[in-house]
């Protein structure tokens, strides 16, 4: 079968992340800092590292089968790829944002003002949408100085924690796009095998991270009250323990409830609660 190509970001805010979802994938490869290529010794796959704004065009034009890449980077090259998996990483929003003593008030007042953004394609639709005519001013990077500089009266630009707008005394304004990282194939190859086997591994390795293996020991007499709380892939696993009044449960919880939920089992009779993380869930 066809040896496939996945790209990645060569370097920055997704490279790591989408190095450790590949290695969890069980795929073996040199993460080389110096070469555009990698083989995966223990799957048809060769991983190419790149600019992240090359990523949709490699895909697109079969160049690469496969990329992880922000989904902000997708609408702004305007590429026909395929969705295939949202990757929990890489979250942020693309947002409108002014200078903290501005006169800006409401979108209206967009109207007529310069903007300044690395990503005109996806600010120009959002105008568009809104019915605004601004004056986009695109340039490629350090975007949230321009509002000091004199050259913008707002900015488009990708916001998480917002401690950058907050250090160049801007204020986010409106929300314009939110974001994470995906992966992508080429529209057309979805039914490969191999790339159903990569998406079912990748789907695995990210429903793994949403949940936690729990152990914990409960009187006989309380295990109704704890089968209740807990949801479980299935039900719960109990095993009985040497002192016949009392067994072990094991299930696994998701992340997002995991405090609350352990204070639930602890107040319905838990005790010796043992958390594990989980590598994989396989359905
Ligand atoms: P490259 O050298 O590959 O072109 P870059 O400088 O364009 O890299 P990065 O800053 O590494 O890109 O960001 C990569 C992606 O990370 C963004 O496209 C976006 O999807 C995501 N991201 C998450 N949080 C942020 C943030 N606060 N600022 C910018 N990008 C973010
Ligand atoms: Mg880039």
Redesign the pocket.
Same mark, same amino acid.
């Not at 970001?9 to 490279?15: F, I, V």
């Not at 790149?50 to 704004?53: A, E, P």
């Not at 990708?158 to 924690?161: D, F």
């Given at each position: 079968m066809k040896t496939l190509k996945i790209a990645i970001? %060569? @370097? +920055?805010? !997704?490279?790591e992340k989408s190095v450790e979802l590949l290695k969890n994938c069980g795929l073996s490869f040199e993460n080389y800092k110096s070469s555009l290529i990698s083989p995966v010794s223990n799957f048809p796959l060769e991983i190419l590292f !790149?600019?992240?704004?090359d990523i949709p065009e490699y895909v697109q034009d079969g160049i690469a089968d496969l990329g992880i890449? +922000? #989904?902000?980077?997708i609408y702004e090259t305007g590429v026909e790829v395929s969705f295939l998996q949202k990757l929990g990483f +890489? %979250?942020?929003s693309l947002k409108i944002a002014i200078p903290n003593n501005s006169s800006i008030q409401s979108l209206g007042d967009l109207d007529g003002k310069a903007i300044a953004t690395s990503y005109p394609v996806i600010l120009e639709k959002f105008l568009k949408q809104n019915k605004l005519k601004a004056d986009i001013r695109t340039i490629s990077g350090s975007v949230e100085i321009s509002p000091g500089l004199g050259m913008s009266d707002a900015i488009c630009d !990708?916001? @998480? $924690?917002g401690g $950058?707008l907050k250090s160049n005394g801007l204020k986010p304004f409106t929300d314009v796009l939110s974001? #994470?990282?995906v992966l992508i194939g080429r529209k057309g190859e979805e039914d490969n095998p191999l790339i159903q086997e990569l998406i079912q591994r990748v789907q695995s390795v990210l429903r793994a991270k949403e949940t936690k293996y729990v152990v914990l020991n409960v009187e006989r007499k309380n295990l109704e009250a704890i089968e209740k709380l807990l949801p479980g892939i299935k039900s719960p696993t109990v095993v009985s323990l040497a002192d016949e009044a009392w067994v072990a449960v094991h299930t696994v919880i998701p992340e997002r409830d995991f405090w609350e939920r352990i204070s639930e089992l602890k107040s319905a009779g838990a005790q010796g609660i043992v958390v594990l993380p989980i590598e994989k869930i396989i359905l």
């Open positions: 970001q %060569k @370097s +920055g805010r !997704l490279n !790149l600019r992240d704004d890449v +922000g #989904e902000n980077v +890489g %979250k942020c !990708l916001v @998480s $924690t $950058t974001s #994470e990282a």
